[in-house]
DNA sequence: GCTGAAATCACACATTA
DNA sequence: TAATGTGTGATTTCAGC
């Protein structure tokens, strides 16, 4: 019982090389149909579906979302906010992030380290956007000690493509 | 004729709230039946298909893609990184852009001011495969004049979705 | 917006390594 | 024993009206 247990559980978090190629696929063009994804791979339309069900079941893929293009959604504004803290204890560091995590304008947060505590990537509809942005949540917070910010000129590559070479388990 | 060309690239540039619900509901979750979406929104399938397909060939949504959870990855190391230029002139920029855009390392690359001339996310393996990147990216160009990497702890988040508020056309 | 055909998806079963 | 491949029914997509 104990063994197939844990049978089990190895072999879900190990990927062969097929699931990578259909991860790596996934992550260019979600909208491609299993039986295509499964005659390019040289697998039958069943076991690509399960592969598939697989990665997302076990949290390979987090999600399959639409990328909307920012020219054709009206006028945008994208900034890149480095903000520093002036205690930067843990709990510090939590409290901010899961008061910024939350507003809809911010897209990414990163807690980096050297330089600033943390970097956002924030969008808004025009500067006035984004001074109401500075004040909820940069200027209204006692211990955000400094605020940098950088606005996007334009955003010359966006992708959300990981790397995913190099993952690929020795074939055995 | 000329009346009914005008009106048809009237209404493939025009968005109504529906529409925007759409774009909204995919930017969350593409992988939605579209008779899902249907019920959702109050309309039958067909007119959401045409929809979400007018939605997809106007250009508004760019891409559907899965996204994958770089927890389950593998070890990946995540960098913000600021670049200025020595030479900061519309042909050097875009020499610039185009060096750096086709590397599959670079996730997002934004043309900011002010600061930096540019600011880059950048995933790698690991601190060697940096190493690597900064080499054949910054170090072996001439114009590159001060590089700052700060390097990711932790992504608290990442969201593709665009704020669509206010993009609602006044009903009439 | 509705109804049709066509394609796709999802599942149970038999098979093989 | 656990993965793969074949076949069936249900669902969905997509064309016409």
Not at 88 to 101: G, I, K, N, P, W
Not at 126 to 137: E, I, N, T
Request: proline share 6%.
């Amino acid at each position: 019982m104990i063994y197939s247990i844990i049978t089990n559980s190895m072999k879900s978090i190990t990927l062969d090389e097929t699931d990578l190629h259909l991860l790596d696929a996934l992550q260019r063009d979600a909208s491609q149909s299993n039986q295509a994804l499964a005659e390019r791979f040289h697998i039958s339309p069943p076991t690509c579906l399960r592969r598939v069900r697989r990665l997302r079941e076990g949290g390979w893929i987090a999600a399959e979302v639409a990328l909307v293009d920012p020219a054709h959604a009206g006028p945008l504004l994208t900034a890149v906010v480095e903000v520093s803290l002036d205690r930067q204890d843990a709990d510090s560091l939590a409290a901010f992030e899961q008061r910024v995590v939350p507003d809809e304008a911010v897209q990414q947060c990163y807690r980096v380290s050297p330089g600033p505590d943390f970097v956002l990537i924030v969008t808004v509809g025009d500067m006035a956007g984004y001074q109401a942005l500075a004040q909820r949540l940069f200027t209204s917070d006692a211990n955000v000690r400094n605020v940098k910010a950088f606005f996007s000129l334009a955003r010359a590559k966006f992708s959300t493509r990981l790397p995913l070479a190099g993952l690929v388990a020795p074939p055995g």
